[in-house]
C-alpha cells in the first residue's frame, strides 16, 4: 500500500471514528407507551426552604386595614410602593408585621397563604376577607454540562420539570449522556444529594425527580466520545502536518535517489 492510500484509510477511520455516537440512544421516553402514568397524577406544589426569598402582600377591602401588614419602600423618583421581600432564615421562619415569628418552612404557598389569613382574622373587623398573595421571588434552577445554554433559570410559577429545565437550556448536545444525568439536590437541612436521571426511560414522568425544587443543579455528563473527539481534534493538525512532512522528504529522497 502506497503512502497516500495509507493517508486516505487514515482519514476515512478518523471520520468514522468521529461519527460513532450511538443514534438509538438519543431520543428520550423510549418506553414511553410500556409504562402506567397513573402515578404520575398529581398537581406539584413547591414547599417553602430556608434562604428562599418570599414576597407576600395583603389585598383588603379598607386599604388602611391592610398598610400594617404590607412591608414596602418608596420607589426612587416615584409615587408607588414596592413590597420587600422576605428572607426565610435558617431555622425556617420569618418575621411577619404585627404577627411576629411565623414557621414558614415546609409550607406550600397555599398553605402559607391560609396561614396568614388566619392570623389576621384577629386584627381586622369581622367583615373584612384578607386576600394573602404569596410569590416565591427566588425560585431558580441551574443546568449546565452538555447543552447548548448553560443557565441559571428563574422560574415564576412555582413549578419547572427537568425537560423544561432543559429545553429551555438548548436542550443536550449530540454529546449529552442522556442516561446519565446527575441531579444535585440540597434538602431544608442543607444536606446534599445527588441522583442519577435517564432521560431515555419514561418512568422519569413518574419519579420524585421529574419536578424540580429550588436550587437544584441538573449536570449533564459528556459521552466517552466527546473525550475521543476532543482529543483527536486536537493532534488531527499535527498529524496532518508530520504526514505532508515525511511525504514531501519522501518525494525529494526518491527523486534524488533515482
Request: charged share 15%; with cysteine; proline share 5%.
Amino acid at each position: 500500500m502506497t503512502l497516500i492510500k495509507k493517508l486516505l484509510v487514515f482519514i476515512a477511520l478518523a471520520i468514522a471514528f468521529t461519527g460513532c455516537t450511538s443514534v438509538k440512544n438519543i431520543p428520550y421516553m423510549q418506553n414511553a407507551e410500556e409504562i402506567n402514568l397513573s402515578a404520575s397524577k398529581l398537581l406539584y406544589e413547591a414547599k417553602i426552604m430556608p434562604k428562599d426569598q418570599l414576597t407576600i402582600y395583603i389585598n383588603t377591602t379598607d386599604p388602611d386595614a391592610s398598610k400594617p401588614f404590607n412591608l414596602s419602600v418608596q420607589a426612587e423618583n416615584s409615587s408607588s410602593q414596592g413590597v420587600i421581600p422576605y428572607l426565610v432564615e435558617n431555622d425556617g421562619t420569618i418575621n411577619f408585621p404585627v404577627l411576629g415569628k411565623l414557621y414558614v418552612a415546609g409550607l406550600t404557598k397555599p398553605e402559607l397563604q391560609d396561614l396568614i389569613a388566619r392570623r389576621l382574622k384577629q386584627y381586622l373587623v369581622e367583615s373584612e376577607i384578607p386576600i394573602v398573595t404569596v410569590q416565591m421571588s427566588s425560585y431558580r434552577v441551574t443546568v449546565m454540562g452538555e447543552v447548548a445554554s448553560p443557565s441559571v433559570i428563574p422560574v415564576s410559577t412555582g413549578k419547572i420539570s427537568i425537560l423544561e429545565a432543559i429545553a429551555t437550556a438548548g436542550d443536550l448536545t449530540i454529546y449529552g449522556h442522556r442516561e446519565n444525568v446527575l441531579l444535585i439536590r440540597e434538602d431544608a437541612n442543607g444536606e446534599k444529594s445527588v441522583h442519577r436521571i435517564n432521560l431515555n426511560d419514561a418512568n422519569l414522568l413518574t419519579s420524585p425527580y421529574y419536578y424540580l425544587q429550588q436550587n437544584d443543579i441538573v449536570y449533564v455528563t459528556p459521552h466517552k466520545i466527546k473525550a475521543r473527539n476532543s482529543f483527536f481534534n486536537q493532534y488531527t493538525s499535527l498529524y496532518f502536518s508530520i504526514t505532508s512532512i515525511l511525504m514531501t522528504a519522501a518525494t525529494l529522497i526518491y527523486q534524488v535517489t533515482n
